[in-house]
């Protein structure tokens, strides 16, 4: 098993799509082209609608953001939003671990968005150096403390409402 999988087979995308599935439309074999000819970038939702006009495959906004949810739904891409934009940017799931901040972060399980909470954030601060004391009571010394909270989003929470 080596790592450098030639980009054409990809049987476990192959695999994903189905189960998820995802017709293999024009729309999607032009967004998945994108992402892999560009694999460290992370666009939104707008910048994405606007490569796809540029490159003649025009696709309607509504249809690229189910596209979006389905192939994220899928694992083919991941989704993340950096604190103080609240807009959601995709790339690769790969990209997005690579680069998933070290912190508190807060995890909504109906979307699975990753929202990083402000690392200066005053409670989870004192979160973290709680949980270093009792551990140091314990003898054992803390070297990162990686908080992850589940619950679910404030848009998630008004879209069920
Ligand atoms: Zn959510």
Redesign the pocket.
């Known amino acids: 098993m080596t790592t450098d999988t030639p980009p054409e087979l990809l049987p476990e995308r192959a695999l994903r799509l189905r189960m998820a599935g995802l017709r293999r439309t024009r729309a999607l074999q032009a967004v998945l082209a994108l992402f892999d000819g560009a694999p460290g970038w992370s666009p939104t939702h707008a910048q994405l609608a606007e490569r796809l006009q540029a490159l003649g495959e025009p696709v309607n906004a509504v249809t690229l953001y189910r596209l979006l949810e389905r192939l994220v739904g899928a694992g083919l891409l991941a989704r993340r939003t950096s604190g103080a934009e609240r807009v959601w940017r995709f790339c690769m799931p790969a990209l997005a671990e690579a680069q998933s901040p070290h912190g508190p972060l807060f995890e909504?399980d109906?979307?699975q968005?990753q929202i990083p909470l402000p690392e200066d954030d005053p409670a989870a601060r004192a979160v973290a150096e709680a949980l270093r004391q009792t551990l140091a009571r314990q003898g054992h010394q803390a070297a990162r403390v990686d908080l992850a909270v589940h619950g679910?989003?404030a848009?998630?929470r008004e879209a069920d409402a």
Do not use: E, F, K, Q
């Open positions: 909504c109906a979307c968005r679910t989003c848009d998630c």
